[in-house]
């Protein structure tokens, strides 16, 4: 059976847990992040609107945004009118504005997730301590 006190030191280290587990824990091979999505499910610190938020903006954290931005650009060639040709790269789309706005969002997406996590945080009241009797 664990004391008040380390229930108590637990308690205030277990949402910042969650919250890094949830953001950066795919980078473990994604057993990282489905740890933190299971804590954060299983933790009576957030509501359901909370832990939704926590898994499905971005599911992955930061690791698909690092995947994507650096993945080798795909390009295709475009022949336009009159036979010219134009090259288009990108990492997601040939798109440039396209691209360019789904790497923000993916990088953009795990910080308010995070955020949201860590500003609708749920405090439980520390334990109390009792006397032990002799």
Do not use: N
């Not at 933190?36 to 954290?61: A, E, H, N, Y």
């Not at 789904?102 to 109390?128: D, E, I, N």
């Amino acid at each position: 059976m664990s004391d008040p006190v380390s229930r108590t030191r637990r308690q205030q280290w277990e949402p910042l847990a969650i919250v890094l587990l949830v953001e950066v824990g795919a980078f473990l091979f994604a057993v990282g992040w489905l740890t933190g999505v299971l804590l954060l499910w299983t933790s009576r610190q957030w509501r359901t609107r909370d832990k939704i938020v926590g898994t499905f903006l971005v599911p992955g954290g930061f690791a698909p945004a690092a995947v994507f931005t650096f993945w080798t650009k795909q390009c295709s060639t475009v022949i336009g009118v009159g036979g010219i040709a134009e090259e288009r790269c990108g990492h997601i789309s040939t798109v440039p504005w396209v691209d360019l706005l789904t790497l923000v969002a993916l990088w953009v997406a795990p910080l308010v997730s995070t955020a949201w996590l860590v500003r609708h945080h749920q405090a439980q009241p520390p334990a109390r301590l009792q006397p032990q009797r002799i």
